[in-house]
């Protein structure tokens, strides 16, 4: 089914300027959608966490050797979520926040009638944060959740835009196994992070047993999050829901520098029987291969996370995922940790905000959520 939106009048050079139009002016968007917002049994997500291209005119692609992989190429594309049909492929979460965020997730007669999602006039799809300047409650935003669930494969995410580097803050795009027992299936995180960040964290977030071995660590080029045995402790249950997190060494992988240079393609390779990597390629710097819709993961060089078959065994701890964006605010992260010192930030959100609590920031300064914002190139799932 396709479905037609009025043209919006944004540009792409206005985008780049981090403008985001405000409610008035999306009153014209009027779609005779239909998409469905009704749940289609989906993932429970509790408490996960979250490494420097520190210049963003340009990053070299990997030199490193990519970890041996027994099925690099001969992918087929099996999902190609882009344009006006990208909507097609999710529904609008619009119940409680699983997170427990200071959040109201909408449906998609709301989020389109108000601007909340839509396309641009690039062709793009977008969805964002409410930007009121001043509220009584939670804000309004966006949880899609894909209509499909799939296991193994390469998932390509091609963003222009992500929720910019914003205290109150916690955007994410992951794959969650389809089951209310969350994290019986696992959970991998591809994007995520929360207030002002900038590097991008990947996550990995299982029942009890698996790990990321220790001899796995010449496999990636990211950091854990944690030092000692703890941060290689995967299961939900014994590391207080925050899994096992790796982050990239390059400070534009996310939020507000990342948009400064256009975005780039995020990556994931799931293989049941070997293991879970992500990677990274900036704007101009994206493989050929992944170009020309021939995705040859053997030839990326190392990712910058990695799950290894040697510590965990995949094909039991990660099945019949369904792919996530979502962005939340407050919550059991970027809430929790408000008033916190964190070596992935300057100062606390407390400091620079001036607000004692994330839920009144969030209230009071609706301007700050202007660029809280995702812009779609497409989403690709190959098979």
């Not at 008035?24 to 917002?37: A, G, I, M, Q, V």
């Not at 050797?65 to 529904?91: H, R, W």
């Not at 994410?172 to 209310?180: L, P």
Request: charged content about 25%.
């Amino acid at each position: 089914m396709r479905h037609t939106l009025a043209a919006l009048s944004l540009s792409t050079a206005i985008l780049a300027q981090a403008f985001v139009p405000s409610s008035e002016d999306f009153k014209n968007l009027n779609p005779t959608s239909s998409w469905d917002h009704t749940p289609f049994p989906g993932a429970i997500h509790d408490e996960p966490l979250g490494g420097d291209y520190s210049d963003p005119s340009g990053i070299e692609p990997p030199s490193e050797e990519a970890p041996d992989s027994p099925n690099g190429e001969g992918y087929e594309l099996v999902k190609d979520m882009q344009g006006e049909e990208f909507f097609d492929y999710f529904y609008f979460y619009a119940d409680e926040d699983p997170t427990h965020g200071y959040v109201d997730y909408v449906d998609s007669k709301y989020a389109f009638k108000e601007g909340l999602a839509g396309m641009t006039d690039s062709g793009r799809p977008f969805f964002r944060v409410e930007s009121t300047p001043k509220i009584t409650g939670p804000r309004k935003s966006i949880r899609l959740e894909s209509n499909f669930n799939y296991t193994g494969g390469v998932v390509l995410l091609d963003v222009w835009r992500v929720p910019g580097s914003v205290c109150g803050l916690w955007p994410a795009f992951w794959s969650n196994g389809e089951t209310y027992d969350w994290p019986e299936w696992g959970e991998i995180d591809i994007i995520e992070g929360v207030n002002a960040f900038t590097e991008n964290q990947s996550s990995f977030h299982t029942a009890s047993g698996c790990y990321i071995s220790e001899g796995s660590s010449n496999k990636f080029t990211g950091k854990l999050t944690h030092d000692g045995e703890l941060a290689r402790t995967c299961s939900a249950f014994e590391s207080n829901n925050e899994g096992c997190g790796i982050k990239d060494n390059h400070k534009n992988t996310y939020g507000t520098p990342l948009n400064k240079r256009d975005g780039g393609v995020f990556a994931m390779q799931w293989l049941p029987e070997y293991g879970i990597s992500t990677w990274f390629f900036p704007r101009g710097h994206i493989p050929e291969d992944i170009e020309k819709g021939k995705p040859s993961p053997s030839q990326w060089g190392k990712p910058y996370a990695h799950l290894s078959n040697d510590g965990c065994e995949i094909s039991e701890y990660f099945k019949h995922h369904q792919l996530i964006f979502d962005t939340t605010l407050a919550g059991d992260w970027s809430g929790r940790v408000w008033a916190e010192e964190e070596i992935w930030q300057e100062e606390t959100c407390a400091n620079m905000t001036g607000y004692a609590t994330a839920e009144e920031y969030i209230r009071e300064e609706g301007e700050a959520f202007e660029d809280a914002v995702w812009e779609i190139g497409y989403v690709k799932l190959y098979q």
